[in-house]
């Protein structure tokens, strides 16, 4: 389905489009509010919030534009909205949370995480894997193809493949950076 | 050589190679930096997505404005929305755990010849079971909500697992039962000690027999109850 289409069906109130939306979107919007707050529980907080802000305000969403951009400004507006009740002492008296992100992340941080994550949802599994390995667990690529049973070689062409795909993916932050 | 070739070796050495001119070295810098960022690679919890179904189904009000078309509503306030972890450290394992112990009267049992009158929710398969579906007809008893399950295109869960039926509100998920159809597929008979009208999406999840009492993301059926019913 396209996102025209699920846009559609999102602004004419229809709530399967909004199980649609999260399937799609629930990741890109789960980094930016864990870039945002740091931390699992109140990331899925703002998810929440998220998804539920959008199904009440749909009758205002305009279907000519993109869904995801719509999507990120809310769920960036609900992170921050999050991390300012969580750095609020409570009314019990409790200290304020300190484990939170120190500041809410600028606009363009979040964009880029929410930007970033789409891409990687847009890869192979199988080359996904191997960024995730690579760049976030941090093995070589012997280590890899001891992880996943392939030879080197077949690592090698695989994150070669994954980054060609990820860099046409984010083609579009390229131009806004030149 | 293109600027998206460069591009994709500087992602994949972290070295901006000669020549390559698209911008700030920073900004580049930190979307390399973000693929090693746990924000980009972490998923949200299991369940998130019915928690948040069911606040949506279960919300008329919201419906009815975007099927009307209304003019442009403004967004609720995040007080309205209960937190998916209300208190820090409070998993969704234990709140299901006490909820179920405490609320959830859960039974499995099979009651021929017991037809209600009651309201039915129609449940579809998902993409994990596309076969699928089923009717639930449920109707409030002097202990609770009766629910019958009529199934059908679900095959038998594999051994070493089970289906598990969920009730689903904005206060969280209740297990209602649970079911493994190796011997048909007679009417399966679940009992809820929470309000359908509080819990109005129904799932059903196949589940490993493991000590894990939290929903798996294996969710093989979905309904709510209409709004307003």
Redesign the interface.
């Known amino acids: 389905m396209s996102d025209q289409d699920l846009g559609s069906r999102f602004a004419a109130g229809d709530p399967g489009a909004v199980r649609d939306a999260y399937d799609r979107y629930a990741g890109p919007v789960f980094s930016v509010a864990m870039s945002c707050l740091g931390d699992r529980e109140l990331a899925a907080d703002a998810v929440q919030q998220t998804f539920v802000k959008a199904w009440r305000a749909a009758a205002a969403y305009d279907p000519a534009r993109p869904l995801g951009p719509w999507l990120y400004a809310i769920a960036r507006r609900v992170a921050v909205d999050v991390w300012r009740r969580e750095r609020r002492p409570t009314q019990s008296g409790h200290d304020r949370e300190t484990d939170v992100a120190v500041t809410p992340l600028s606009f363009e941080r979040t964009w880029e995480a929410f930007q970033v994550r789409s891409a990687l949802q847009r890869l192979p599994d199988a080359e996904r894997e191997v960024l995730r390995l690579t760049h976030y667990v941090g093995m070589s690529q012997s280590e890899i193809a001891e992880e996943l049973g392939v030879p080197v070689g077949t690592v090698k062409s695989r994150a070669h493949r994954a980054h060609r795909r990820l860099a046409g993916h984010l083609g579009h932050l390229l131009e806004v950076t030149s | 050589v293109t600027?998206?070739?460069r591009?994709?070796?500087f992602?994949?050495t972290g070295v901006l190679p000669l020549g390559f001119?698209?911008?700030?070295p920073e900004?580049?810098g930190?979307?390399r930096d973000?693929?090693?960022?746990?924000?980009?690679?972490?998923?949200?919890?299991a369940g998130?997505?019915e928690?948040?179904?069911a606040?949506?189904?279960g919300?008329p009000g919201?419906?009815?404005?975007?099927?009307?078309?209304?003019?442009?509503?403004?967004?609720?306030p995040?007080s309205?929305?209960v937190?998916?972890?209300a208190r820090?450290g409070r998993r969704l394992a234990l709140a299901l755990g006490s909820a179920a112990a405490i609320l959830a009267v859960v039974a499995l049992l099979v009651l021929p010849g017991d037809e209600p009158q009651g309201r039915q929710v129609a449940l579809a398969g998902t993409d994990l079971a596309p076969e699928a579906s089923a009717t639930a007809t449920v109707e409030s008893r002097g202990s609770g909500e009766w629910i019958k399950l009529d199934v059908s295109g679900l095959e038998s869960a594999p051994p070493g697992s089970y289906y598990q039926a969920w009730v689903w509100g904005a206060r969280g998920g209740v297990p209602v039962g649970t079911f493994h159809l190796r011997g048909g597929t007679d009417p399966v008979i679940l009992w809820a000690g929470v309000a359908i009208e509080d819990y109005p999406t129904i799932t059903v999840t196949l589940e490993p027999e493991d000590d894990d009492q939290s929903p798996s993301d294996k969710v093989v059926l979905r309904g709510?109850l209409p709004p307003g019913e």
């Open positions: 600027r998206e070739d591009f994709a070796e992602l994949e001119d698209a911008g700030d900004e580049l930190r979307v973000l693929l090693s960022d746990e924000a980009v690679w972490a998923d949200p919890p998130l997505a928690r948040i179904m606040g949506v189904e919300d919201a419906s009815a404005a975007g099927a009307a078309a209304a003019p442009a509503v403004a967004a609720a995040a309205a929305v937190p998916f972890a820090r709510a």
